[in-house]
């Protein structure tokens, strides 16, 4: 079996980017095309051009998250006016490099990639264990297809259930709620859920860098229950076998998100062998960019 989504997954020329700081502290990064539409804000970004120490920081007068959401949400609304951010979200995401950590700021979500800072998310595997009397104690997987008028991704096979997590949400309530949204999975039953690894991704896209921790959990549905998304941003669900979630992982019709979490579910549950996924282990571990 071959992974091109472990590559996709750790494909970052760290030498298109420049790194972005609050204070000392590294919480983003920015592709080099887009300094120069920053340089636009003198007042607000720092732009170091040394060899050596290039990088963009956030000016040291900001000196308080309320000040530094302020300054960087006037840049992110001209940049978003001129479709420089696309796929306003009306969503808060919190500017920090670990989970737990106090925030540094709050930016626009579709804002997160420009920027390229740290985001969280919860995928979560719906297996069934025992499947249907067409293939009898085969374990299966509820597999989704994103809307085609999703923001990214669209029209991608998907976890069953998928979402970032917002300022203000823990992994819990965010999976609870994703779980209703996106599969009409009830609150009680949603916690059933049982928690996986944590999957890192680093990668370029067309709208800039996503560095994310994803939180992956498999929930055991029953063998009767069929997903019904509520809020419009999934095209359809499908039972899938092993074989074909696989198939699909390797065939790049699953988003790199979906595809390293489903790795992670099959891999635990010694549904495929390690062994014929080379480089599997990079995902579960941190980048030290």
């Keep these: 079996m071959t992974l091109p989504c472990i590559i996709d997954a750790r494909r970052f020329d760290v030498a298109a980017h420049l790194p972005f700081h609050i204070g000392d502290e590294r919480v983003g990064w920015i592709r080099e095309d887009d300094v120069a539409l920053l340089a636009r804000w003198p007042d607000v970004f720092e732009i170091d051009g040394d060899a050596q120490s290039a990088r963009v920081t956030l000016a040291g007068h900001f000196d308080s998250v309320p000040a530094r959401?302020?300054?960087?949400?006037?840049?992110?609304?001209?940049?978003?006016?001129?479709?420089?951010?696309?796929?306003?979200?009306?969503?808060?995401?919190?500017?920090?490099?670990?989970?737990?950590?106090?925030?540094?700021?709050?930016?626009?979500?579709?804002?997160?990639?420009?920027?390229?800072?740290?985001?969280?998310?919860?995928?979560?595997?719906?297996?069934?264990?025992?499947?249907?009397?067409?293939?009898?104690?085969?374990?299966?997987?509820w597999i989704a297809r994103r809307s085609h008028t999703k923001a990214t991704d669209p029209g991608m096979l998907d976890n069953v259930v998928a979402g970032g997590i917002g300022w203000g949400f823990d992994i819990e309530a965010t999976l609870v709620k994703e779980c209703w949204e996106e599969a009409g999975i009830g609150a009680d039953l949603a916690r059933e859920a049982r928690a996986g690894r944590t999957v890192h991704v680093l990668q370029s896209l067309p709208e800039g860098t996503q560095a994310e921790q994803i939180f992956v959990y498999d929930l055991v549905l029953p063998a009767d229950f069929v997903p019904h998304n509520q809020d419009g941003e999934v095209g359809e669900h499908r039972l899938a076998r092993i074989d074909e979630a696989a198939r699909w992982i390797e065939e790049g019709a699953m988003t790199v998100d979906a595809s390293l979490a489903t790795l992670d579910c099959l891999l635990r549950r010694q549904w495929i062998d390690e062994d014929a996924c080379e480089g599997i282990a990079a995902i579960f571990e941190a980048p030290t960019l």
Excluded: C, D, K
């Design 69 to 141: 959401s302020a300054a960087l949400g006037s840049v992110i609304g001209a940049l978003a006016a001129e479709g420089r951010i696309p796929g306003w979200r009306n969503e808060t995401y919190a500017i920090r490099n670990a989970f737990e950590a106090p925030p540094l700021a709050f930016i626009e979500r579709a804002a997160s990639r420009f920027f390229g800072t740290m985001t969280y998310a919860v995928h979560l595997n719906g297996v069934v264990e025992y499947a249907h009397s067409l293939s009898p104690g085969a374990p299966q997987l």
